[in-house]
């Protein structure tokens, strides 16, 4: 869907938002199923990676002029808090991060956020 997003808008800065978020009811029913696992699962995450990262080579010539071509501004952001208030960091953020570490690639940047009741929270 972030490909089809990104080719009908030709914009840089199309971000997917809280993909921890509203990835997690789907994520924690099919590995409460077993039809998938948590490795199956990371590796679908860096190679969400991966093409968000190369997603360069659909813009144009003045973009990659002002910015050697790296700069996507696509971004993720991971935990923070529900509408209720309490902690929203979930299995899926850590599998995320997991991603980033392990894929090192430049995009989608990853945005986190911590609210007072983070540290208190028991993980």
Do not use: W
Request: with cysteine; hydrophobic share 30%; aromatic share 8%.
């Amino acid at each position: 869907m972030h490909v089809l997003e990104y080719l009908e808008t030709r914009a840089e800065g199309e971000s997917p938002g809280r993909v921890d978020q509203y990835l997690h009811p789907y994520f924690k029913a099919d590995i409460t199923k077993g039809t998938i696992t948590i490795a199956e699962v990371t590796e679908l995450l860096e190679c969400l990676r991966v093409k968000m990262s190369t997603l360069r080579q659909f813009s144009n010539k003045y973009f990659y002029e002002g910015t050697s071509g790296e700069a996507q501004f696509h971004n993720v952001t991971l935990g923070g808090q529900d509408r209720n208030g309490k902690d929203a960091t979930n299995e899926l953020s850590y599998l995320m991060l997991a991603a980033a570490m392990r894929t090192r690639t430049p995009h989608p940047t990853l945005s986190i956020r911590m609210h007072e009741g983070y540290l208190t929270t028991s993980r």
